[in-house]
């Protein structure tokens, strides 16, 4: 008779405590632990940018010889970030090693994913990486992406819309949406209250204040709603480098007393600021420079709470929204998001249909624990136990790969994954 075999162990090796800024990823692990298996976070950044160059300098002295192989295996044209990377790498790889992983994983394709392969080979463990959009969508340096994901044991993305140009560079993958913050999914959809007549509508962003998110198209919405009789207030929560433009923005336009710029808060902040809003506006578009939004979290977490979502059909965001959730109207345009305003103020039935729909769509296709179902089915194959892959669990990955593979260093992935079993 088989011995039993141990849960999984999955390491997350990262750049940054996530439970700041990336609460997509804390949600992710809480779902992969409540399936039972064992979780461990190592962060790479600890301390400052000094306390980060003190590392990678000690990592030259120590090991030059070890430093330069994996220089080369990330490849030259990624210098100075292979040197970080083995940095990172080097104060990493024992305590990782000591909690005997399965599976190392990563989110972000950029310095994340080089920090983590790196460790992966180090230890013998297959790696998988979760793909975003900005992480390889505004990297320059194609050949080093390549390296990277040449490097991994398999690659996640979290939208259709991206997962096509990395299928092109011959990646591994399965589209597996992120999941929105389980706390989200609590309670039943509330139905939208009633409008007294002047009633004032409150409009949500919850975003970083940067190019692609739009905002300048919403305050340019709002000015329109209220020059056409409309009473609006629009609340906009987050900081980045186009605060001060966007704050003179509303001013000139009129909108001091309307728009109110909260700046950085907190998740507990940002998501209770959903409470009492009509309607979650982001109006994302493909930035200059190339960045672009996959699937915003904020959209998730206003539609888990029945609130009706006005956004635009860029990237990914159609894929959450489905044919008939919530309100998409085209980048850059501030009439038509107007308009989608008017409507769900003055269709009330129309805005409950809407926000029901996307908030039913959600839980059955966005769940925290689909996802993690969805990942371990991954996990489990990699570390050479397929037959422990959760009923169901294939369903919804689009394009997954096949079940074995070349793990790091050159073994197959059983063999990789089987050293701890």
């Known amino acids: 008779m088989d011995a039993p075999r141990h849960p999984l162990r999955v390491a997350y090796v990262l750049l940054r405590d996530p439970s700041y800024s990336e609460t997509f990823i804390t949600s992710e692990i809480e779902a992969v632990r409540a399936t039972g298996a064992i979780v461990e976070v190592f962060v790479a950044r600890q301390g400052g940018r000094d306390a980060e160059m003190q590392q990678v300098a000690g990592t030259l002295l120590r090991h030059p010889l070890r430093a330069q192989e994996e220089v080369r295996a990330l490849g030259a044209s990624y210098l100075?970030?292979?040197?970080?990377?083995a940095g990172h790498a080097d104060r990493l790889a024992g305590p990782v090693a000591n909690f005997?992983?399965?599976?190392?994983?990563?989110?972000?394709?950029?310095?994340?994913?080089?920090?983590?392969?790196?460790v992966g080979r180090r230890i013998g463990v297959p790696v998988t990486a979760m793909a975003h959009a900005a992480d390889f969508l505004l990297d320059p340096n194609g050949a080093a992406l390549d390296?990277?994901?040449?490097?991994?044991?398999?690659?996640?993305?979290?939208?259709?819309?991206?997962?096509?140009?990395?299928?092109?560079?011959?990646?591994?993958?399965?589209?597996?949406?992120?999941?929105?913050?389980?706390?989200?999914?609590?309670?039943?959809?509330?139905?939208?209250?009633?409008?007294?007549?002047?009633d004032v509508t409150r409009l949500v962003t919850v975003a970083r204040l940067v190019e692609k998110k739009g905002v300048d198209t919403a305050i340019d919405g709002v000015a329109q709603l209220v020059h056409g009789g409309l009473p609006v207030r629009y609340d906009v929560y987050g900081d980045g480098p186009l605060r001060t433009t966007l704050q003179e923005r509303a001013s000139a336009a009129g909108l001091a007393d309307v728009v109110t710029f909260h700046g950085a808060v907190s998740h507990r902040v940002a998501t209770?600021?959903?409470?009492?809003?009509?309607?979650?506006?982001?109006?994302?578009?493909q930035a200059a420079d190339g960045d672009l939004d996959?699937?915003?979290?904020?959209?998730?977490?206003?539609?888990?709470?029945?609130?009706?979502?006005?956004?635009?059909?860029?990237?990914?965001?159609?894929?959450?929204?489905?044919?008939a959730g919530g309100w998409q109207v085209p980048p850059n345009d501030p009439q038509s998001l107007a308009d989608a305003v008017r409507h769900?103020?003055?269709?009330?039935?129309?805005?409950?249909?809407?926000?029901?729909?996307?908030?039913?769509?959600?839980?059955?296709?966005?769940?925290?624990?689909?996802?993690?179902?969805?990942?371990?089915?991954?996990?489990?194959?990699?570390?050479?136990?397929?037959?422990?892959?959760?009923?169901?669990?294939?369903?919804?990955?689009?394009?997954?790969?096949?079940a074995t593979g070349t793990g790091p260093q050159g073994a197959t992935t059983e063999e990789a994954g089987a050293r701890w079993t």
């Open 147 to 198: 390296r990277r994901l040449q490097l991994l044991s398999h690659l996640f993305v979290i939208s259709r819309a991206t997962a096509g140009q990395l299928t092109e560079r011959g990646a591994n993958l399965s589209t597996i949406p992120h999941g929105v913050v389980r706390a989200a999914f609590d309670g039943e959809i509330t139905e939208p209250r009633p409008r007294p007549s002047g």
């Open 100 to 118: 005997r992983p399965d599976v190392l994983h990563t989110h972000f394709v950029n310095l994340p994913t080089a920090v983590a392969v790196l």
């Open 80 to 85: 100075p970030r292979a040197v970080l990377a």
């Open 344 to 402: 769900l103020v003055h269709s009330p039935e129309e805005r409950w249909r809407r926000a029901t729909n996307l908030a039913v769509r959600l839980r059955e296709e966005f769940s925290p624990g689909l996802q993690a179902q969805r990942l371990l089915a991954v996990w489990n194959r990699l570390a050479g136990r397929g037959d422990l892959a959760p009923a169901g669990a294939d369903e919804g990955i689009l394009g997954a790969g096949p």
């Open 294 to 323: 996959g699937i915003p979290v904020f959209l998730m977490e206003a539609a888990s709470r029945g609130v009706p979502v006005v956004t635009t059909a860029v990237s990914g965001i159609p894929e959450l929204m489905g044919p």
């Open 272 to 285: 209770a600021a959903l409470a009492d809003a009509d309607a979650a506006v982001l109006p994302c578009r």
